[in-house]
């Protein structure tokens, strides 16, 4: 009977990575944006909406995959320190102004639009990713509600900065599937591969929401900034890391609650689209005081989380560092202001 189970669910997940490879394929051909990631994910959200039995990677996987984002965006923070320099004051706390004005708007907005409790109306408006939400929702009665909510808005988010970037005239890949898959040079695998085996390994004790991009990111970042060593990822890792977050991203958004569905999608595109324009805002104004451009300050302070926003960096081929660098700054300050939050808005009950 398990034997059964376990075959069943294999061929589901193996289902759901080939659909997702075609998707990704198809998507490359129609040149659209981060075609893995997008062309995954829609392959994905249709295939589960229609019916089809499909079954997500193992939960070990997809923290395996946010190791493998960290390795990657560790040298490009490490360059971003040095070239951004006094530039990096006014992003950051701007992205921190906005994380908070944008919060409290959206706890009154999802407690009114979907009935929520204020608790889950204010994790719901949280900017962070779902590896973060699902540390903090233990206890919350709407939790479908609250995911559903964040899985919306950080596909929202991804569809539109890739269409965004196309519109703007980011020049995509002149070959992209063969670039995709390039394997890099063979000296450059026994570092990274030893790095992400390392990295995995200490995450895997850390109890600590998002430790898996952040801590990685981090030590990876000193590593290069710090070493002679010359940390590059092969692009194939990078592709991989897309095709897992769009399998996860595409089951997770077609299997929320159909009852509620469509007022929660609604009501959850509606805020992003908001807060969207809101970051879009502050990046224009910002945009000629700092050394960066209009749409790397709008990936840095756009409602995503972390390991998405930086994977549509890295894919376009803009300045990934200081998008990761300022979405790791703001992880942080939600990771210490989101429990406090919580905290104070429980504390009558």
Do not use: N
């Not at 900065?161 to 890949?173: D, F, K, Q, R, W």
């Amino acid at each position: 009977m398990a034997a059964g189970l376990v075959a069943i669910l294999r061929r589901q997940r193996c289902l759901a990575f080939a659909l997702a490879i075609l998707g990704g394929l198809l998507a490359t051909e129609l040149a659209v944006p981060v075609p893995w990631l997008i062309g995954g994910m829609t392959a994905c959200a249709v295939a589960t909406l229609a019916g089809v039995p499909l079954a997500g990677p193992p939960a070990w996987t997809e923290r395996l995959v946010r190791v493998i984002i960290g390795v990657s965006l560790g040298p490009s923070i490490a360059a971003s320190v040095v070239s951004t320099g006094a530039g990096l004051g006014p992003i950051v706390v701007t992205a921190l102004a906005l994380v908070t004005l944008t919060v409290l708007g959206g706890t009154w907005w999802f407690e009114r639009r979907l009935g929520l409790s204020r608790a889950a109306a204010y994790l719901a408006a949280m900017p962070g990713g779902l590896s973060m939400l699902l540390s903090m929702t233990d206890g919350i009665g709407e939790r479908p509600a609250v995911l559903l909510a964040h899985t919306v808005r950080i596909v929202t988010v991804v569809v539109s900065i890739s269409l965004l970037a196309s519109t703007l005239g980011v020049s995509p890949e002149a070959r992209p599937v063969l670039a995709s898959l390039d394997l890099g040079r063979a000296g450059d695998w026994p570092l990274v591969l030893a790095l992400i085996g390392l990295f995995y390994g200490v995450c895997e004790r850390v109890r600590f929401p998002g430790a898996h991009v952040i801590l990685t990111m981090i030590a990876t970042a000193l590593l290069a900034g710090l070493t002679p060593l010359a940390v590059r990822e092969p692009e194939v890792l990078k592709t991989v890391a897309m095709l897992v977050l769009g399998v996860v991203l595409g089951i997770e958004i077609a299997r929320g609650e159909r009852s509620r569905y469509l007022a929660t999608f609604c009501g959850s595109a509606v805020y992003t689209v908001v807060v969207m324009a809101a970051g879009a805002g502050a990046a224009y104004g910002i945009a000629h005081r700092v050394d960066a451009s209009f749409l790397v300050l709008f990936l840095a302070l756009a409602p995503g989380g972390i390991a998405e926003v930086s994977l549509i960096a890295l894919a376009l081929g803009l300045d990934a560092g200081l998008v990761a660098l300022v979405h790791g700054v703001r992880f942080l300050y939600i990771v210490v202001a989101g429990p406090l939050g919580l905290w104070w808005l429980g504390r009558g009950r």
